[in-house]
């Protein structure tokens, strides 16, 4: 059901604040809790959906990109806290399950639904659905994975996602990354397809420069720039502080409330604290 999908994200994050505060404390009690959530929430992750996008059953089975994120972002956490090869193997697993069944290079695109053994769906709406800014958030989490292992072909194809994305989703009339778009340009299900939202400018921001930090790349540094022109003058709430989280494809604000049932303090905070590790240790060029 829409609610089962929806609450995979709350298991996500209970999971790894469980996990964190465990290593935080030292509480052996609360890292076995951390550890019986995540034995809780595996199992789910992809699973066929027949849920994806309209809220209600469709007959058919999709395969959903989202689930492979989650598994990523609460292995790699558990990873960092205690390595084990259960975890890297989770990670790899979703690594193996984006590259080979969402990422479609002949079309440019990292689809967010596709049939459960990969093969695309393009004849349905949530078949076609691209969603530039998750596809990024997905790209980064492959360049950390591929930093760590020394992978230079994943590396590449995440590089590959991002600019792919990025083209793709990029506004080149008034700016910033549309919020989801149909791989053909058919119109879309959501509403909400041409706002700007906050958290995928953050997540592309952090992507572009882990990108750039690991490659040296010019591309990756003027496209840098240009997100982080769009955002910074566009987000933060220069009196007030904190970001606005929805804007109208023209940059206007949709509304001025900077909290509500989606943004949270999550995506901020995690992608913000990450630039800053970067450049604080950047090593493309040195400075």
């Known amino acids: 059901s829409r609610s089962e999908v929806l609450s995979v994200y709350t298991e996500v994050f209970g999971a790894i604040a469980l996990a964190e505060y465990a290593k935080a404390a030292g509480d052996e009690t609360v890292w076995q809790k951390a550890m019986a959530m995540y034995e809780l929430l595996m199992p789910r992750l992809g699973r066929p959906s027949d849920t994806s996008l309209l809220g209600y059953p469709i007959h058919a089975e999709f395969h959903l990109h989202a689930d492979d994120m989650c598994r990523i972002t609460v292995a790699w956490v558990f990873n960092e806290i205690r390595p084990d090869p259960r975890f890297d193997d989770d990670l790899t697993l979703s690594v193996d399950s984006i ?26 709406p949530e078949g076609r659905m691209f969603h530039p800014g998750h596809a990024i958030e997905s790209a980064w989490m492959l360049m950390e994975i591929a930093r760590r292992r020394g992978d230079e072909t994943l590396l590449q194809t995440a590089v590959e996602i991002t600019l792919a994305s990025l083209d793709h989703g990029w506004d080149r009339e008034y700016g910033g990354l549309r919020y989801i778009t149909n ?12 706002l700007k939202l906050w958290w995928p400018h953050g997540e592309t921001l952090y992507a572009l420069l882990l990108a750039w930090d690991l490659t040296g790349r010019d591309d990756l540094a003027e496209w840098y720039e240009k997100v982080h022109d769009y955002t910074f003058s566009h987000f933060p709430d220069p009196e007030y502080g904190e970001w606005f989280g929805y804007l109208n494809r023209d940059g206007s604000r949709v509304w001025t409330a900077k909290a509500n049932g989606w943004k949270g303090c999550f995506h901020l905070p995690r992608v913000l604290y990450r630039c800053y590790r970067l450049f604080g240790s950047t090593s493309a060029s040195g400075s």
Request: aromatic fraction near 6%; hydrophobic fraction near 40%; avoid cysteine.
């Open 99 to 124: 590259l080979k069944r969402h990422w479609k290079p002949e079309l440019g695109a990292l689809l967010e639904n596709v049939a459960p053994d990969g093969s695309p769906m393009l004849d349905l």
């Open 183 to 194: 791989v053909d340009w058919t119109p879309t299900h959501s509403l909400e397809a041409d």
